[in-house]
């Protein structure tokens, strides 16, 4: 079993939609909860980042951590086509010597 | 003012040829990292140096070694190459807070 599962999609959603990303994980020594953003050709680029549970926004983006059912997600209000990309999820655990932990990523398609 | 570049971004070559990836970032990181994404977008991590120190060295063949020669930069040299080792490498920095930031990837191609 991997420590990080992530549903692959593809996920095709209208212009304005709400879009839920989700990641689960098996290690409850997992305390870094990170995502990321890759368009087609270019490299992951952190959209954002959280410690332990609760939640974290920033603008259109809400992460969520419930370390109890070690589930993620990532929420997108009012999508727009320039979302479209694949989102990853990433862990580590404290004192590893930054190491981190990749779900196999979405992709999300938003329609206009 | 790029914060992690590679070189190249484009790799055509040869089976049995050898080949370098460089990567420099200027954010004053003490962690660089070298992952590999194969055409299913999996980021399987590869090495990791600290302060030009190996910490991570996973299940890789020893055809590919990696260097630090100081903090700021982490190079990838690949003997051999196989048809299997075409993919996207990528380099990435850390701080010390779990965040990574990654280059823009190196598209290697073995024919």
């Known amino acids: 079993q991997k420590e990080v599962e992530q549903d692959p999609g593809p996920l095709s959603v209208p212009e304005g939609a709400i879009v839920s990303l989700n990641c689960t994980y098996s290690n409850s020594a997992f305390q870094y909860f990170m995502w990321y953003r890759q368009y087609s050709r270019k490299g992951p680029e952190l959209l954002m980042y959280?410690?332990?549970?609760g939640n974290k926004e920033d603008g259109r983006f809400t992460a969520q951590v419930d370390k109890s059912s070690k589930y993620i997600s990532l929420f997108i209000r009012d999508s727009q086509p320039s979302d479209s990309a694949t989102y990853l999820c990433?862990?580590?655990?404290?004192?590893?010597?930054?190491?981190?932990?990749f779900g196999t990523g979405t992709s999300l398609t938003v329609i206009p | 003012d790029t914060a992690v570049s590679q070189t190249p971004k484009y790799l055509v070559t040869q089976m049995g040829n050898d080949k370098s990836i460089k990567c420099e970032q200027n954010l004053g990181h003490d962690t660089m990292y070298w992952y590999k994404q194969d055409s299913k977008k999996f980021l399987k991590i590869m090495f990791s140096?600290?302060?030009?120190?190996?910490?991570i060295n996973e299940t890789v063949p020893n055809r590919f070694s990696p260097k630090s020669p100081d903090k700021a930069h982490l190079n990838l040299h690949i003997n051999s190459l196989e048809l299997g080792d075409s993919a996207v490498y990528f380099c990435?920095?850390?701080?010390?807070?779990?965040?990574?930031?990654f280059g823009p990837g190196t598209r290697l191609t073995v024919t």
């Open positions: 990433a862990m580590s655990k404290e004192n590893t010597g930054n190491q981190f932990y």
């Open positions: 990435a920095s850390s701080p010390r807070t779990h965040e990574q930031y």
């Open positions: 140096y600290n302060n030009k120190e190996l910490i």
């Open positions: 959280t410690y332990s549970s």
